[in-house]
Nanobody
């Protein structure tokens, strides 16, 4: 099961970098996605990265502010979040699924297990 980490409390305009990995497990042959869920709201898909790392996808609300990347040598996927806004406050989750090299999966339903999340709180 994947674990998301790196959340915290930050002021609006600040940055955080989230990490996603699975201790003792490689997911270098997997696509990875990030989602988030704010209190009282539905889960929202945020970003995705292909197995190769060459293809990425972002929901419109985070384009230009968030960057998803991966370091396959470290079995870790990152979500760099810049220019954070109070609306970004949520629990962030990551998930992986096996895929071929350049494929992207861009919706919540295409991933099975979202794992343990990390809280991101952005104060105004």
């Amino acid at each position: 099961q994947l674990q998301a980490s790196g959340g915290g409390l930050v002021q609006a305009g600040g940055s955080l970098r989230l990490s996603c990995n699975a201790p003792g497990r490689s997911f270098n042959r997997h696509c990875v996605g990030w989602s988030r869920q704010a209190p009282g709201k539905e889960r929202e898909f945020v970003a995705a990265i292909s197995r190769s790392g060459m293809n990425t996808h972002y929901v419109d609300s985070v384009k230009g502010r968030f960057t998803i990347s991966r370091d396959n040598a470290k079995n870790t996927v990152y979500l760099q979040m810049n220019s954070l806004e109070p609306e970004d406050t949520a629990v962030y989750y990551c998930a992986a699924r096996s895929c071929i090299l350049t494929v992207l999966y861009r919706t919540l339903d295409e991933y099975d297990n979202w794992g343990q999340g990390t809280q991101v709180t952005v104060s105004s």
